[in-house]
C-alpha cells in the first residue's frame, strides 16, 4: 500500500463525503459560482454537450457535476444486440473473469462474491466477463443502461470509501469489494447482467433513476430490493448519477456476450460506444426472477 492509500486507511471516510456533500449542494450563490468557475477552469471541464453550457448557469457544484446533456449528444451505437458503455470514462480493466477472479489492477484481483456480497448471485456470473470504467472529476456521471431490460435486483453493500483513481486500485486489495457500492442485476433481451456502481471518498450519494437517493443510507446495513414489474429500460435509458464521481463494473455471464476486440485498458469511453456484443438469442423482454 502507497503513503496515500495508508493515508485514506485512517481517514474517517464517510463524515468527509458527508461534509463535501454538504458543500456541493450549498446554493449560496457566491461561495457555489466561485466553486463551479474554479472547477470548470481547474479539470478544463467541457460543458459544450450539456444542457446548460456555462459554468454560471449551475445553482450548485452538484447540479454542475450532475449536469444533463442535451438531446443528441450520445447517440447508441449499433444495434439492440450491441452493448454500450453506460458511462462517460475511462476503461482502466476488462477481460474474462477467471473462475470467480477480476482483475483490479497489475497483480491485484477481487472476487465476484466479494463484490456483489452474494455467493448465490454470483454463481452465475462465474466464468464471464467484466468491464471496470473509472469516472474522472471532470467526466459526465450520469449512468445510462448498457442493454434494455429490466431491474430485478438492487442491493446496498455497505463500505469504506477508498478513493477509485487509478493510483489507489493499484495500492488497495479488494478495493472495489470493500468499497460501498450499489449493486443492480438487470435482465436483458438477451441475458442476464451486473451493474454495480462503486461510492468512493468525497462521493455525496449514489442515485438510481427508479429510486432516488440509495447511499448513504441511514443506517450502514446491507439493503435488497426486488422488482416485478415488467417495464423495460431501454439501451441508453437512465440508470442514476453519482453526485460526485467513482467507477462502474458490468459483469456477464459466461458464453453470453463477446467483448469488443478493440477495447484497450486505458481508453477514453463515452456513453452510447460499443463496448461487446450478445451473443445469444433474444428471449422475452424480461426474465423471472
Known amino acids: 500500500m502507497n503513503l496515500w492509500a495508508h493515508a485514506q486507511a485512517a481517514l474517517p471516510h464517510h463524515a468527509i463525503s458527508r461534509l463535501v456533500g454538504r458543500l456541493a449542494r450549498c446554493q449560496w450563490r457566491p ?32 447540479d454542475m457535476f450532475t449536469r444533463r446533456l442535451r438531446e443528441g449528444a450520445r447517440p447508441m451505437h449499433g444495434d439492440e444486440r450491441t452493448i454500450v458503455s453506460p458511462v462517460d470514462g475511462t476503461l482502466s480493466e476488462f477481460g474474462p473473469i477467471d473462475d470467480e477472479c477480476l482483475l483490479q489492477a497489475k497483480g491485484r484481483a477481487y472476487t465476484l462474491t466479494a463484490l456483489l456480497a452474494d455467493e448465490r448471485g454470483a454463481d452465475e456470473f462465474r466464468g464471464g466477463s467484466f468491464a471496470t470504467i473509472y469516472l474522472a472529476p471532470y467526466d459526465y456521471h450520469r449512468i445510462h443502461m448498457p442493454s434494455a431490460g429490466s431491474v430485478r435486483h438492487m442491493a446496498l453493500v455497505p463500505g469504506r470509501l477508498f478513493s477509485v483513481n487509478l493510483a489507489t486500485a493499484a495500492a488497495v486489495d479488494g478495493l472495489f469489494a470493500r468499497n460501498e457500492r450499489v449493486v443492480t442485476t438487470i435482465d436483458g ?34 439493503a435488497l430490493w426486488r422488482y416485478d414489474d415488467t417495464q423495460v429500460r431501454e439501451r441508453g435509458a437512465p440508470w442514476g448519477h453519482f453526485n ?20 484497450q485498458s486505458g481508453q477514453t469511453l463515452r456513453v452510447g460506444q460499443t463496448i461487446g456484443q450478445w451473443n445469444g438469442p433474444a428471449t422475452a423482454a424480461t426474465l423471472s426472477p
Do not use: C, E
Open 189 to 222: 433481451r438477451f441475458g442476464r447482467f451486473a451493474l454495480v456502481a462503486v461510492g468512493a471518498l468525497n462521493v455525496g450519494s449514489i442515485a438510481t433513476d427508479w429510486h432516488g437517493v440509495v447511499t448513504p443510507p441511514a443506517a450502514r446495513k446491507k
Open 244 to 263: 460526485l464521481g467513482s467507477t462502474v463494473i458490468l459483469i456477464w455471464p459466461a458464453a453470453s456476450m463477446a467483448l469488443a476486440p478493440d477495447l
Open 31 to 62: 461561495f457555489a459560482k466561485r466553486l463551479n468557475r474554479w472547477f470548470a477552469h481547474a479539470y478544463r471541464l467541457d460543458l459544450s454537450d450539456a444542457q446548460r453550457t456555462r459554468a454560471d448557469d449551475y445553482t450548485s457544484f452538484n
